[in-house]
């Protein structure tokens, strides 16, 4: 199964999927790759405040959602082996994020890894605690 069909199988990412839809990513993240995916369960988007996601998911405001979902993926398949404290990664979307090892936690800039190397037919996915956003 890719990353989509991994997410949706697994049941804990339906926020993830709806947004990864609404942005039209999902022939994207399908595709060969290989991608990894920083992935926020559904809790992490129901802590962001009131409103958010369903403001998100409007259609005039797909390049927001875009840029905040293209944040959470980095080319290439990065399983944590690969990872060392203090390593940046520059995502699709642009920006950096920074990785933090420390206290027996794995650190996306203030989301932690929960689950490590989900692997998938077109990379590999980390679920993690809170949505990070672009600077």
Not at 29 to 44: I, K, R, Y
Not at 58 to 80: F, R, W
């Amino acid at each position: 199964m890719n990353i989509v069909e991994t997410a949706v199988a697994n049941g804990a990412f339906n926020t993830l999927v709806a947004a990864v839809k609404a942005a039209e990513l999902v022939e994207t993240l399908s595709g060969e790759g290989p991608f990894t995916v920083f992935a926020p369960l559904d809790e992490a988007f129901a802590a962001l405040p009131a409103g958010t996601v369903e403001s998100l998911v409007q259609p005039e405001n797909k390049d927001q959602l875009t840029s905040i979902l293209t944040y959470h993926v980095v080319a290439g398949k990065v399983m944590s082996g690969d990872l060392s404290d203090g390593m940046t990664a520059t995502t699709v979307q642009g920006g950096d994020i920074t990785i933090t090892l420390a206290d027996g936690k794995v650190m996306i800039n203030d989301a932690e890894v929960l689950t490590a190397d989900v692997e998938t037919d077109n990379g590999v996915i980390h679920v993690i605690s809170k949505v990070i956003m672009p600077a």
